[in-house]
């Protein structure tokens, strides 16, 4: 199988999960990126079943519009009962590094206001050790150099993601051979650098079903 097949096998895989939890009056949680928008087309099929969704980026939101889904502003709406997203890699503790589409701050906030979140990936996402994928932190951009500083105190090796602003107005530092070894701290580390808005790391908030996309099936993982 491509990858686009296992991105694909997965995104149904996870309408699947998502038709057991939802109701008519249900908001959903889209994530960004290639194996979310193989869910968004998915979802499109059964937008009847549902309210609507809150988007965790502008590209997400206009797929979203484009098959007539409903898209909410999250400060409208409570706790989402489920959201789906993809990731750049996970761990066996569902811990993840997210953010290569740079849509990392809004998915770690829908994430944080959602009852399951549920991670969608083909087989080469899955890693033992998180890090090989450069790790993007978001930051204000008066605070790119001072910030840098600091992640390079931390052993990093920040890198200015050039020409690319993030939905939010902010700039993206990405950490390249930067392996991780305990993400739950390193999370929190780097959140408490001044300046940092977040960074992709997903440990705090795992997710709590990942699908895998693999040659031999879909794999429930939790
Ligand atoms: C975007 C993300 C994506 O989930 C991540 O980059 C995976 O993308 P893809 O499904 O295209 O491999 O975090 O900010």
């Known amino acids: 199988m491509t990858q686009d097949e296992l991105k694909k096998a997965v995104a149904e895989a996870a309408l699947e999960e998502v038709k057991k939890i939802i109701s008519k009056d249900s908001i959903i949680g889209v994530g960004t990126g290639s194996t979310a928008n193989f869910f968004i087309d998915a979802l499109a099929e059964i937008k ?5 969704a809150v988007a965790s980026s502008e590209a997400t939101r ?3 519009q484009a098959h007539g889904i409903n898209v909410y502003d999250l400060n409208g709406v409570g706790t989402l009962p489920v959201y789906v997203d993809g990731a750049d890699e996970v761990n066996p503790h569902l811990h993840m590094v997210k953010g290569g ?19 969608i990936a083909d087989e080469s996402k899955q ?14 951009p008066m605070a790119r150099s001072y910030v840098a500083r600091e992640l390079v105190k931390l052993g990093a090796n920040p890198v200015y993601r ?3 602003v993030t939905d939010n107005g902010n700039v993206i530092l990405d950490l390249y051979n930067f392996p991780i070894d305990d ?27 990942l699908l895998l ?3 031999d099936g879909v794999k429930s993982i939790t």
């Open 62 to 64: 206009e797929r979203l």
């Open 213 to 215: 996309g693999c040659s």
């Open 183 to 209: 993400p739950l701290a390193m999370e929190q580390r780097i959140n408490n650098i001044t300046g940092v808005v977040t960074n992709g790391l997903f440990a705090l908030r795992p997710a709590d079903l």
């Open 127 to 140: 890693v033992d050790i998180l890090g090989t994928f450069p790790l993007p932190v978001e930051v204000i």
């Open 101 to 119: 589409g740079g849509a990392l701050t809004r998915e770690k906030i829908i994430g944080a206001a959602s009852t399951k979140f549920i991670c």
């Open 48 to 52: 009847l079943d549902f309210d609507g």
């Open 162 to 164: 050039e020409d690319f």
